[in-house]
């Protein structure tokens, strides 16, 4: 069992930035891929980024790409997500999640544990 708590997200101005981060508990943090989503309201859950369980691969959706990067400390059994320029679009509940592999394009159904979700909101 992995436990993930998700922190760092709240209200933003358009160009600004945050950094979420998700910490976990229970099994080996570094034998998980782990992985940002995000769910805007009425919309499907989306991928973000994802990071492989060594860091040494990542994958960013397009929207993301140059905006945002993700990154882990498995020392803190933590993985980040810095994100700037954000804009309104960018508005969601972000959720971390952990996998043994991600498949090349990640998708939310092969998730194996979920975060409870922080909402991100930016303003125009």
């Known amino acids: 069992q992995v436990q993930l708590v998700e922190s760092g997200g709240g209200l933003v101005q358009a160009g600004g930035s945050l950094r979420l981060s998700c910490a976990a508990s229970?099994?080996?943090?570094?034998?998980?891929?782990m992985g940002w989503f995000r769910q805007a309201p009425g919309k499907e859950r989306e991928v973000v980024a994802t990071?492989?369980?060594?860091?040494?691969?990542?994958y960013y959706a397009d929207s993301v790409k140059g905006r945002f990067a993700i990154s882990r400390e498995n020392a803190k059994n933590t993985v980040y997500l810095q994100m700037s320029s954000l804009k309104p679009e960018d508005t969601a509940v972000y959720y971390c999640?952990?996998?043994?592999?991600?498949?090349?394009?990640?998708?939310?159904?092969?998730?194996?544990?979920w975060g409870q979700g922080t909402q991100v909101t930016v303003s125009s």
């Open positions: 229970g099994r080996i943090f570094s034998i998980y891929a």
């Open positions: 999640a952990a996998d043994r592999k991600w498949a090349t394009i990640p998708r939310a159904d092969e998730a194996d544990y």
């Open positions: 990071i492989s369980s060594n860091g040494g691969t990542t």
